[in-house]
């Protein structure tokens, strides 16, 4: 069951569009609206690289977004596109 599970997953992931080129070329330029689809484009990446797995006493587990760390990382993504050299 789990291998259908995991052909869904990596199938619905093919299915995402990519940023287009002009949007790139846009938030390297430092539009905002640019950048904004950006960070919505990786939204998901980046809570999930944020996301931090808790146990209670009881050992139950439960997911924690840290958001100090989710803030810090997009800052990281924006400083990386606008240092970013287009030719």
Avoid: C
């Amino acid at each position: 069951m789990k291998k259908k599970e995991n052909a869904k997953l990596k199938k619905s992931k093919r299915k995402r569009s990519l940023l287009s080129h002009s949007v790139i070329l846009a938030a390297v330029r430092g539009e905002e609206p640019a950048i904004g689809q950006v960070l919505t484009y990786y939204e998901g990446y980046i809570t999930r690289l944020a996301s931090k797995e808790l146990y209670d006493r009881h050992g139950i587990l439960y997911l924690y977004v840290d958001y100090e760390l989710k803030t810090e990382l997009q800052n990281k993504l924006i400083a990386g596109i606008l240092k970013f050299r287009a030719v």
